[in-house]
Every structure is written in C-alpha cells, then in structure tokens.
C-alpha cells in the first residue's frame, strides 16, 4: 500500500523500512492508505516483484497469480487496522 503512494519501502526480517520520508508525510501517507478504498489486494498484489511462492505457482498467468497473491497473502484490513494503531495520538483522523 505505501508503495503505492509512490514511498520507497523494504521489508526486512518482518519489520518496514520506509526510507527517504519525513514522519509527517508518513503519517500523511497513513491517512490516505486508511481513507482511500481504491486500494484493493488486487491492486497491491500487482506491485508484488515475486508472487511464486507455492509450489505450482509457475504454471499460473500473471493474472491468475496475482489474484491468487491477493487472496492468498494479502489482508488490507488488517493492514488498515495497524496503520489506524500507530495513527492513535499523532492524527485527528485516527478511529
């Protein structure tokens, strides 16, 4: 989702490392990922670099792995829900 709005993210041992972005504009950026429903799994999936990562996963078309990625490995709600916790006390737009 943050890579969507174009921040330069990586994932290392299970923990986000958003670089080169101040943390208002990270929170900013929270704000809208919460806000925004134009933002499905199918949508986040499609920017995924590497979606094989079952066993038979070579044999399905781009399309067909990318809604498997969505399904399989994405949840955006819980997604939303953790960017709503760490809004807590530094938004007013914070559930």
Same mark, same amino acid.
């Given at each position: ?10 994932? +290392? ?11 208002? @504009?990270?929170? @900013?950026?929270? +704000?809208?990922?919460?806000?925004? @429903? ?5 949508? /986040?999936? @499609? ?6 990562? *079952?066993?038979?996963?070579? *044999? ?9 990625? *969505? /399904? ?15 809004? *807590? ?5 914070? +559930?």
């Amino acid at each position: 989702m943050l890579r969507l709005r174009d921040l330069k993210v990586d994932c +290392e041992s299970g923990c986000l490392k958003v670089s080169e972005c101040t943390e208002s @504009g990270l929170i @900013g950026c929270f +704000e809208e990922c919460v806000q925004d @429903g134009t933002i499905t799994a199918l949508r /986040v999936a @499609g920017e995924v670099a590497n979606k094989q990562t *079952a066993k038979w996963d070579w *044999a399905l078309s781009d399309d067909l792995l990318t809604a498997e990625c *969505a /399904v399989r490995d994405l949840d955006l709600d819980a997604a939303r829900a953790t960017m709503n916790r760490v809004l *807590a006390g530094h938004s007013p737009l914070a +559930e």
